[in-house]
T-cell receptor
C-alpha cells in the first residue's frame, strides 16, 4: 500500500513568486493535513481538509491556502513568497477526521526561497 | 493556548543505556498523545499513541510511554538503546478539535554512540 506522496520533493523559488505543493494521501484516507517544519519553529499545523472542506486552520497568514479535491488529493499554495517561508512542508493523511485515527506523514516538500 | 514541551533538545547516550525523553503538554481536557520519530533523511513515523485505557502504551522497536494525567506528561522510554535509534523524536498532542490538528513539541535529537 503506497504511503503519502508529496510532489515536488525539492524546489527553489524567488521572493515574491508563488508555489503550489501537491499531496496524494494513502488510498482510502479522506483527511489531509499540512504542516510546516523549520529549525526555529519546529512543526506547525497549517490546515486540515476532510471531504473537500477545510476543517481547521493554523495561525498562518492568508498567503497560505489549500484545497482538497474529490479524490482526496490536496494542494497547498503559498503566494508572495518570503525568505521565511523556506521550510519542509509535510502532508499527512488519516482515514477520517475524528479522534482515534492514526496520522501518516509523507516525506515532505523542501522549499527554498531565495 | 495548547502547547507541548520537550525538556531535552539533544540527548547523547551510549548503546545499551536506558532512555527517557520528557514530554509535557498544557491542556485540561481529553487528549490524544503521540510520539513520532524522524530518522535521518526519512519521514515522520509513528512510534506509539495513547487515546484511552491503559496509560502505559507500548510501541514499535521496544519503545513505551506512560501517560500521567495528573502531571500532564507522556514520557517516552526504552530500556536499552541501540545505535539505530539515533533520530529526532517528537511528542505531539491532539487536544479537542479534529484529528489532523496535532500540536508538536520542538523535538529531541537522540545520538547513540556505538
Amino acid at each position: 500500500k503506497a504511503g503519502v506522496t508529496q510532489t515536488p520533493r525539492y524546489l527553489i523559488k524567488t521572493r515574491g513568486q508563488q508555489v503550489t505543493l501537491s499531496c496524494s494521501p494513502i488510498s482510502g484516507h479522506r483527511s489531509v493535513s499540512w504542516y510546516q517544519q523549520t529549525p526555529g519553529q519546529g512543526l506547525q499545523f497549517l490546515f486540515e481538509y476532510f471531504s473537500e472542506t477545510q476543517r481547521n486552520k493554523g495561525n498562518f497568514p492568508g498567503r497560505f491556502s489549500g484545497r482538497q479535491f474529490s479524490n482526496s488529493r490536496s494542494e497547498m499554495n503559498v503566494s508572495t513568497l518570503e525568505l521565511g517561508d523556506s521550510a519542509l512542508y509535510l502532508c499527512a493523511s488519516s482515514i477520517g477526521s475524528v479522534s482515534g485515527n492514526t496520522i501518516y506523514f509523507g516525506e515532505g516538500s523542501w522549499l527554498t526561497v531565495v | 493556548a495548547q502547547s507541548v514541551s520537550q525538556h531535552n533538545h539533544h540527548v547523547i547516550l551510549s548503546e545499551a543505556a536506558s532512555l527517557e525523553l520528557g514530554c509535557n503538554y498544557s491542556y485540561g481536557g481529553t487528549v490524544n498523545l503521540f510520539w513520532y520519530v524522524q530518522y535521518p533523511g526519512q519521514h515522520l513515523q509513528l512510534l506509539l499513541k495513547y487515546f484511552s485505557g491503559d496509560p502505559l502504551v507500548k510501541g514499535i522497536k521496544g519503545f513505551e510511554a506512560e501517560f500521567i494525567k495528573s502531571k500532564f506528561s507522556f514520557n517516552l522510554r526504552k530500556p536499552s538503546v541501540q545505535w539505530s535509534d539515533t533520530a529526532e523524536y517528537f511528542c505531539a498532542v491532539n487536544a479537542g478539535g479534529s484529528q489532523g490538528n496535532l500540536i508538536f513539541g520542538k523535538g529531541t535529537k537522540l545520538s547513540v554512540k556505538p
